[in-house]
């Protein structure tokens, strides 16, 4: 157990400059002042209705990208099924700005 623990431990410490420089970039939406902030409610909407329903998809999404690889190899669009169905969804939950862009 204490093994497993080190090693999650390591595996996030690991990630984590990844994870901060890709969420840094705009991915379309508007910066800083460009933009409105959004309304309280749906940020809340938000939080504890979309950002779930998205995790679910980027979870199937990746699921069905692991099943349709041999397929997408076979006709060469690997990169537009994950694209598709990993990439999207997470870009979706994890980029957006909360409140925005559902």
Do not use: N
Request: glycine fraction near 10%.
């Amino acid at each position: 157990m204490k093994k497993q623990l080190i090693g999650l431990i390591v595996l996030v410490l690991f990630f984590c400059p990844a994870f901060t420089l890709y969420a840094q970039t705009d991915m379309g939406y508007p910066v800083g002042s460009e933009r409105e902030p959004a309304s309280g409610e749906a940020m809340v909407a938000d939080v504890l209705i979309v950002r779930p329903i998205s995790f679910v998809a980027l979870v199937l999404g990746t699921g069905i990208a692991i099943v349709a690889t041999p397929f997408a190899l076979a006709s060469g669009t690997t990169r537009d099924v994950y694209g598709r169905l990993v990439e999207d969804p997470f870009d979706h939950m994890v980029l957006r700005p909360l409140g925005e862009g559902w």
